[in-house]
């Protein structure tokens, strides 16, 4: 794990910057929190304080199960976007999906040090494909799940620059100002409260900082409208989000349709 994410985490307790001194056998200076730190996951989740997260949807419980964990990229996640967005969302540009292609081009990597934080991770398909792209970039993976993080922890091995946290979106354990970018694929639909999450993100990223985010818009046809009431799954209507994103305090939104999904951008002014 890369000590470079030391300096921008906050201890999930106290709120003390910095707290840690090293990742192994970390410990708070200032509370005494010692969180684990297990196979390449620094778990940030204090169970002192709310317990183990209980997940609040059926959708979430099979994020925590590590058989779907395991086949969420290759069978999961694609049946369930070709589902919920039809098939435009798999659109493919030079060979890799369209989707990557377009939140690594609009977080623009080349033209900012980072550190980027991919919050949701899953598995960590970005978290590799933003460490490969920014190899001299810290690049932090964040997620809730214990199970997908032990996936992402394994196919993340060989990236340097990576480094796994478990913790909750809607409280990130990281420094106002710590991230010139945050990657935020396919979860939005997923938080309780993504307001909150909207807030997080703002004040974790630096003045001038890029919020890419991709979710699920207002579906016009019936199979996707049907699926996503199935399985419980909200729909963002991009005009709603763009005045709801202004509001919070990002300028400069802009939006890129997959199908029935999109890619958006925001800047943190
Ligand atoms: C549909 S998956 C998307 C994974 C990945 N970003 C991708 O695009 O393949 C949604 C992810 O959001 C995570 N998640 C849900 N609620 C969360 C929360 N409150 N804090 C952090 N992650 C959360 C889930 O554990 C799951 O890994």
Redesign the pocket.
């Known amino acids: 794990m890369d000590p470079a994410v030391l300096p921008i985490l906050v201890c999930p307790r106290c709120r003390t910057a910095a707290p840690f001194a090293h990742l192994r056998h970390p410990r708070c200076h200032a509370c005494g929190l010692e969180p684990t730190e297990r196979s390449g996951v620094l778990d940030l989740i204090d169970v002192a304080i709310g317990g183990e ?1 209980t997940a609040s949807s059926t ?2 419980r099979l ?2 199960s590590d058989l779907v ?1 395991r086949v ?2 290759r069978l999961w ?1 694609p049946t ?1 976007v070709r589902l919920l967005a039809g098939k435009g969302a798999g659109a493919a540009v030079g060979g890799i999906s369209g ?1 990557l292609f377009i939140h690594k081009h609009s977080l623009s990597l080349d033209d900012r040090p980072g550190p980027w934080l ?6 960590g ?2 978290v590799r494909a933003l460490a490969a792209a920014a190899p001299g970039a810290l690049v932090v993976g ?4 214990r199970a ?1 993080l032990d996936v992402a922890a394994q196919r993340t091995s060989g990236y340097s620059n990576a480094v796994l946290v478990r ?4 409280a990130l354990p990281f420094v106002d100002g710590a991230f010139g970018g945050v ?5 939005l ?4 409260d993504p307001e909150l ?1 909207f807030r997080e993100i703002r004040r974790v990223l630096r003045p001038g900082g890029i919020y890419v985010g ?1 979710t699920f818009a207002e579906a016009p046809s019936l199979v996707g409208r049907l699926a996503a009431r199935a399985a419980g799954i909200r729909r963002f209507d991009t005009s709603e989000l763009r005045a709801w994103l202004q509001r919070i305090g990002f300028a400069d939104y802009e939006d890129v349709r997959l199908g029935d999904a999109f890619v958006f951008r925001v800047r943190r002014p």
Request: net charge negative.
């Open positions: 997260p959708e979430q994020m925590e964990a969420y990229e996640r369930f989707e991919d919050l949701s991770c899953g598995p398909a970005f964040l997620d809730i799940s997908m913790a909750d979106a809607h990657n935020n694929a396919g979860a639909h997923a938080y309780d999450v991709s």
